[in-house]
Nanobody, 120 residues
Framework: QLQLVESGGGAVQPGGSLRLSCVVSGNLYGTYVMGWFRQVPGKEREAVATIYTTGTTNYADFVKGRFTISQNNARNILYLQMNNLQSEDTAMYYC??????????????WGRGTQVSVSS
């Protein structure tokens, strides 16, 4: 079992920045995968960024060049640096973690989310 708690959301103006954090606790071992997703009411949840044990990262096209996913050395804190935020980035942001076989299907472990609102 893993527990995930996000923080760092808030309200910013277009062009602003936020840094989301996600603390992961529980029985962490091996090559688990971590990532960020977001969801707007009435729409499907979408993947934002993923990071693997090797350090390999993947990004959705709509955040490439603006968002950066990273983790601390102990790999129990996940970050998402978001720069040049736009109104379309407004959403609830969730972090997720799981081991690769589960991740490919759908991550089992999720935080409760942190709200990001971008408006002028």
């Amino acid at each position: 079992q893993l527990q995930l708690v996000e923080s760092g959301g808030g309200a910013v103006q277009p062009g602003g920045s936020l840094r989301l954090s996600c603390v992961v606790s529980g029985n962490l071992y091996g090559t688990y995968v971590m990532g960020w997703f977001r969801q707007v009411p009435g729409k499907e949840r979408e993947a934002v960024a993923t990071i693997y044990t090797t350090g390999t990262t993947n990004y959705a096209d709509f955040v490439k060049g603006r968002f950066t996913i990273s983790q601390n050395n102990a790999r129990n804190i996940l970050y998402l640096q978001m720069n040049n935020l736009q109104s379309e980035d407004t959403a609830m942001y969730y972090c997720a973690a799981d081991w690769p076989d589960w991740w490919r299907e759908s991550p089992r472990y999720w935080g409760r989310g942190t709200q990001v609102s971008v408006s002028s």
